[in-house]
């Protein structure tokens, strides 16, 4: 079901007082797994950008199931489809050690060209076509 999979590791600083990662840094974790998953399907987020299209992200709903600590090792995982005119990023994150569900995530993004709403990305559309053939 997941197409894409990224490791990381808990850095000290990404936790707060309570010893566990600060609710906030699961969506930096989130966000760069989405941009490397665009970037080993040959699309840059930069690129894109300087021809004046951008993918946003319109909602997020993080449902938080277990805590990361500092050292820990874990995987984040996505897989794309489309629904009307949203990309929907469907992700969750698992700490190695014990594979534990951490955080399950939808994120929304929509495409604008120049500002302007699209409802079609051809790119975004070859990823999801990619992602339901796997």
């Given at each position: 079901m997941y197409?894409?999979?990224?490791?990381f590791?808990?850095?000290?600083?990404?936790?707060?007082?309570q010893?566990?990662?600060?609710?906030?840094?699961?969506?930096n974790y989130l966000?760069?797994?989405r941009h490397?998953?665009?970037l080993?399907?040959?699309?840059?987020f930069?690129?894109l950008h300087?021809q004046?299209?951008?993918?946003v992200v319109a909602r997020i709903?993080?449902a938080?199931?277990?805590?990361?600590?500092s050292g820990?090792?874990?995987?984040s995982?996505l897989?794309v489809?489309?629904e009307?005119?949203?990309y929907?990023?469907?992700?969750?994150i698992?700490r190695?050690?014990?594979?534990k569900l951490?955080?399950?995530?939808?994120v929304?993004?929509?495409?604008v060209?120049?500002?302007?709403?699209?409802?079609?990305?051809p790119?975004f559309?070859?990823?999801?076509?990619?992602s339901?053939?796997?």
């Open positions: 197409i894409y999979e990224l490791e590791k808990v850095r000290d600083y990404e936790c707060d007082l010893g566990i990662v600060n609710n906030s840094v699961y969506q966000e760069h797994t490397e998953f665009l080993e399907n040959n699309l840059s930069d690129k300087q004046g299209i951008d993918a709903e993080m938080f199931k277990c805590s990361l600590r820990d090792v874990f995987v995982k897989y489809k489309k009307g005119v949203k929907v990023f469907n992700q969750v698992y190695k050690s014990d594979d951490c955080v399950r995530a939808k929304d993004t929509v495409v060209i120049n500002g302007k709403l699209i409802a079609s990305l790119e559309d070859e990823l999801v076509e990619k339901h053939r796997r």
